[in-house]
Structure formats: C-alpha cells, structure tokens
C-alpha cells in the first residue's frame, strides 16, 4: 500500500525558512515524478513545484528563487527547501507522487508565516 508522510511545517517569521520533508512507501520512488502542491484557507490547491524521475524541476511563479525541490532515492524522500518565506506562503502543503495514470497524495503539513 503506497503512504506518503509529510514533515518540516511550522510557524516561522516572514524572511525565515522551513524544509519540507515527504517520505515514501510503498511504491518504486526512483521512476516516479513527484510533486508539492499547497493550499491556503478559501483557495484551490495550486502546484507549488515539480520534480521527475530525471531530475528535471519546474516552479510555480510566485515561488521561483525562493524554493527548491529535490529528491533523495536511496531514502525514498523528497525535499521542498523554502527560503525567503513570505505571509502569502502560509497554506497546507501536500506531496503527490505520480506513477501514471495514478496518483498518490501525503495528508499535509501547515506552515504558517507571520508578518
């Protein structure tokens, strides 16, 4: 059964920085492509940033410079390193992994940014 755990939220002051921890299982992790995605109250679920299996990453606009997406194989783990946090950043962030046509989504982790 595939489970994917989220980890590395928090409250943190604007300016400051938090890494986003997902682990797998469950699930052959090295072929797959995996994806953050956040939510913020009253809003829809947006991208945030994307990893494949090669390595190849892209980044939601509003994040570019600021995050990063990485992913370590031999732990089955992918990283989302965020810097530079601002308020509009506080939302639930969720880690989906892809072995098309199916997807898999982590239960969450809150990161709250203050002004």
């Known amino acids: 059964q595939v489970r994917l755990v989220e980890s590395g939220g928090g409250l943190v002051q604007a300016g400051g920085s938090l890494r986003l921890s997902c682990a797998a299982s469950g699930i052959a992790f090295s072929i797959t492509a995996m994806d953050w995605y956040r939510q913020a109250p009253g809003k829809q679920r947006e991208l945030v940033a994307a990893i494949t299996n090669g390595d190849s990453t892209n980044y939601a606009e509003s994040v570019k410079g600021r995050f990063t997406i990485s992913r370590d194989n031999a732990k089955n783990t992918v990283y989302l390193q965020m810097n530079s946090l601002k308020p509009e950043d506080t939302a639930v962030y969720y880690c989906?992994?892809?072995?098309?046509?199916?997807?898999?989504w982590g239960q969450g982790t809150q990161v709250t940014v203050s002004s």
């Open positions: 989906k992994v892809t072995t098309s046509p199916v997807s898999y």
